[in-house]
């Protein structure tokens, strides 16, 4: 939940981006008590804000009265430096990925101790995956995750490895555990999840570089890695390097 805006010195400002703030992917659709409640604003507050968002676009009402982010708030997020440079560079890579494995395609930066979902290719046949574009998932739990994990910082990796969370029975929660899958991600340049996220998903990642630099992650998802991991690592690899070249 968002912290305290209705203090008497909280600004219009904090206001309203307490209420942006309100959702996550856990809250995507929120009635005006709740937007009220996790923004920490008094109902009549929230909804005057909520009511003038709405008629700027920033907010959008259902038809059973629930709030949605509106799509002004999409539009201004794609401009930011992270979407429209990476985003732009890797699409044609990841379509290739795609076209060649029909799995589902992720493409992934660290943003703090998650990961977050820049973009997601998937057909009808894809294995159900509980990600989407602009939402984050834990870096412990996922493919991308591992490989951005394995190359963040040392403060960012004790901090994530101290706070293991239980995703499913598969997720991995001893530390020295991870820490040895870190290592060997680094060692071998890919990375693999086991049902860890989601079950009935399995997933392997590679890094992007740019120059010495991990920027960014491309995996797939699928229903198992057994016969084509190494397949699936070197369509991998091929469209990491392609846009690490381009960047």
């Excluded at 929120?30 to 003038?52: D, K, N, S, W, Y």
């Excluded at 676009?57 to 002004?72: E, F, K, N, Q, T």
């Excluded at 120059?211 to 690592?233: C, K, S």
Aim: proline share 4%; aromatic share 4%.
């Amino acid at each position: 939940m968002a912290g305290n805006t209705s203090s008497p010195g909280a600004s219009v400002t904090s206001r309203v981006l307490g209420l942006l703030a309100a959702f996550d992917t856990e809250h995507r659709r929120l009635t005006l008590t709740e937007l009220a409640a996790r923004a920490a604003l008094p109902v009549p507050t929230a909804h005057r804000l909520a009511g003038e968002l709405t008629a700027a676009g920033a907010l959008s009402r259902c038809p059973d009265g629930r709030y949605v982010v509106g799509r002004l708030i999409w539009d201004v997020g794609l401009l930011a430096p992270v979407e429209t440079g990476l985003r732009q560079v890797a699409e044609p890579f990841l379509h290739d990925v795609y076209a060649a494995t029909r799995a589902t395609v992720h493409l992934a930066v660290r943003d703090g101790d998650a990961a977050l979902y820049l973009e997601r290719m998937r057909g009808r046949t894809s294995v159900p995956v509980v990600s989407s574009i602009g939402s984050t998932l834990p870096l412990h739990a996922t493919g991308v995750g591992k490989v951005l994990l394995a190359h963040a910082p040392e403060d960012v990796r004790a901090r994530v490895l101290g706070s293991l969370v239980r995703v499913t029975r598969y997720t991995i929660t001893q530390p020295g555990l991870l820490d040895e899958q870190l290592v060997r991600i680094r060692r071998d340049g890919y990375a693999t999840t086991y049902e860890e996220m989601s079950l009935g998903a399995c997933s392997v990642a590679v890094p992007i570089r740019r120059a010495d630099e991990v920027v960014a992650a491309i995996g797939i998802v699928v229903a198992n890695l057994r016969r084509d991991r190494a397949r699936l690592v070197t369509a991998l690899e091929v469209a990491a390097q392609g846009i690490g070249r381009q960047l």
